[in-house]
């Protein structure tokens, strides 16, 4: 009877409106098991941060195509933080400069993800990351 | 401080958690339940069922911003379905409630059915007790999207709204046993669409059907010879409360204000005819029926080793034993022991 599956959310902050990559990520997720909040298009930090809290996720994945990840970013690890959701993992997936990759990282970001990255790797680090009360 | 307090001081992240604790039946479970059980039983439980795609979700999302507009506080508890597959879950119902994100009197928790097959999930029973205690005034429960047999949601609501769309099916489907007998109230979606008054009529005479009315009505005009269909369905077999059909348009609200006002009436109905203990009372015992089986089996399964098992399912598979003579011969065996 005890099962505790690893819960994710799926969300696309900002204004862009391409939520293919959400959604391939969403289903590979699922496909490997995991349960999966998906919230939709133009999400704004605090409703992600919300939506973290009450689903009381064990990752959060946001895809970010539009460039503006160095201004969403930032507040939405500010408002997990606030919310007492620091220990999730973050990943971010999108179009990412090298530049900014340590930038991320240094917020906290678990891992970033680029055009190409292959769903195994993303799904084999968020078991590795995710420890499992 | 305990988790269990703090969910009771009403902190979001302590429910957050104590639902986490519960789903999974994790340590702790046990020792939260007993401590916000006897705040519960002060909730409105209102579930919401119907076939997928036919606006449960955009229902929900309209329903609570009706009681948030009279200061109510809502809880709703989404469900969607496990892939028996892969063990995972896409729970999408978040997608239609972005309108009641950013309000503190709201809180909303995805659940997955985990392979439960009555259109919630096997954990929704505590984690409804989880939001009852926390305070939320009004409970929204929203199933899997239901065919015709999913109707576990009647074990743990006080009022079930089913909800149909056009162009779904004929009088016959509504006339078949299921979802439809467990409605309080009955909604037609998408009521814009030109075949909602249709799907009306078809409901409306399936629940003619069942009253005495209809059957009065039907002697007067055939003679005596047709009295024998009495006693035919009656969904909601309680006396005293006629199952309203109301049309609405969960995308920009229209009836949904008509609905509310029926929510009010049913509930008034339950407190005022004894209708409510009587329910919840039969759901408590169905409840508890349900843990003994959980119980015993897991007793079962404790108490024999599995090659004895093993062995048991192989001669029933070589015909030698009738799975029943074998389901009691292990049952037996437990009570000895």
Known sequence: MTERKIRALVAKPGLDGHDRGAKVIARALRDAGMEVIYTGLRQTPEMIAEA???????????????GAHMALVPRIMELLKQNDMGDALVLVGGIVPDDDVPRLQAMGVGGIFGPGASTVDIVKLIREKVKLA | MTLATDVLAGNRR?????????????????????????????????????????????????LALAFRQQGRTVGIIAVDPTSPFSGGAILGDRIRMRDLSGDSGVFIRSMATRGSLGGLARATADALKAFDAAGFEIILIETVG?????????????????????????????????????????VVNKSDDPRAPNTVKALRAMLDLGSQRSAQAMVNHHGRVLEAIQPVIDGNSQSGWNVPIQLTTATDGTGVAELVAMLETHRSYLVESGELA???????????????????????????DSSAMASVVEQIAARRLVPHAAARMLVSGLTEA
Not at chain 2, 160 to 185: N, S, T, W
Request: proline share 2%; aromatic share 2%; net charge negative.
């Open chain 2, 146 to 186: 239901a065919g015709q047999a999913e109707v576990d949601i009647a074990r743990h609501a006080h009022t079930v709204i089913v909800v149909e769309a056009p162009g779904l099916g004929d009088d016959v489907q509504a006339i078949k046993a299921g979802i439809l007998e467990i409605a309080d109230i009955l």
């Open chain 1, 52 to 66: 973290a809290l009450q689903e009381d996720v064990d990752v959060i994945g946001l895809s970010i195509l539009s």
């Open chain 2, 14 to 62: 302590a429910l957050s958690r104590a639902l986490t604790l519960i789903e999974n039946g994790l340590d702790g479970r046990d020792e939260i339940l007993a401590e916000l059980y006897p705040r519960t039983g002060r909730a409105h439980l209102i579930g919401v069922t119907g076939a997928p795609g036919t606006g449960k979700s955009s229902l929900v999302n309209q």
């Open chain 2, 278 to 304: 009587r329910r919840v009372q039969a759901q408590m015992a169905y409840e508890l029926d349900s843990l003994l089986r959980d119980a015993l089996l897991e007793r079962l399964l404790a108490s024999v």
